[in-house]
């Protein structure tokens, strides 16, 4: 059984008076438990508004969304994906050690656990250095960090990454890039957003290219690039014809 499966999939929104603006087509895919997927893109393709209908912040028009055989709708769904937003909004009035606290207590996690995965996970992003320093002083990629240190904290076993690599400098993206392979190796199954495509080649499993809401190809980098064996050049090709 797929970790996550669409079906069918309509989005639109109000645009104008009375108007409405298709913002996805007819999106069907499968997420297979283990793998590393990625919703490739243009901005404004509609990355994001399947990653919303996914975590259940907004409804499709029409089809079906489940997740380990689950509606987005039944809140239980959520209970053991680890979601990241494209912009993470943080109390900044709070330490990152007072905001991964906060967030074990509502995961229901012990404290003891939860500091100490807290504090494993910043050194592995390297941010132990800033766990007492209140949150308006990160620059953006060091929130972006500590949003994903919140999304790994309960260990669950599917992640949701809305462009987890935005606003980060090439030592924040190779960090990332490793934590996220090494989740992989411990079975987890990734399903992220981009538009940087050498952090593709490196991560993926699988591609689903999604133009103008549509996906128009679902495969592996491998099968995508053919024989020419560039990601760019063919990303580009299928753009522009």
């Not at 809305?162 to 980060?168: H, I, V």
């Not at 490196?202 to 690039?225: H, K, M, Y």
Request: hydrophobic share 35%; charged share 25%; glycine share 10%.
């Amino acid at each position: 059984m797929p970790t996550l499966s669409i079906s069918g999939l309509y989005k639109s929104f109000p645009h104008g008076f009375l108007g409405r603006r298709d913002v996805l087509h007819s999106i069907s895919l499968r997420v297979q438990e283990g793998s590393v997927v990625g919703f490739i893109g243009m901005n404004g393709a509609g990355k994001s508004t399947l990653i919303n209908l996914i975590m259940g912040f907004c409804c499709p028009d029409r089809g079906t969304i489940l997740i380990e055989n689950r509606p987005p709708s039944d809140p239980s769904s959520r209970a053991n994906i680890g979601y990241l937003p494209e912009q993470p909004y943080l109390y900044e009035n709070l330490t990152g050690n007072e905001l991964i606290r906060f967030a074990g207590y509502n995961l229901k996690l012990d404290r003891k656990p939860t500091v100490d995965r807290g504090q494993l996970l910043l050194e592995r992003l390297a941010l132990d250095h800033a766990g007492d320093s209140l949150l308006r002083t990160y620059s953006k990629g060091m929130k972006q960090r500590l949003g994903l240190v919140l999304a790994l904290l309960g260990d669950p076993d599917l992640y949701i990454l809305d462009e987890p690599m935005s606003g980060l400098d090439p030592l924040g993206r190779q960090m990332v890039k490793e934590l996220i392979l090494e989740e992989k190796r411990r079975g987890k199954t990734i399903v992220f957003s981009s538009h940087i495509l050498t952090d593709v080649r490196q991560l993926c499993d699988r591609l689903e290219i999604i133009r103008q809401g549509r996906i128009i190809f679902s495969g592996s980098v491998q099968q995508f690039t053919g024989e020419s064996k560039d990601l760019e050049k063919r990303f580009i090709e299928l753009h522009t014809d």
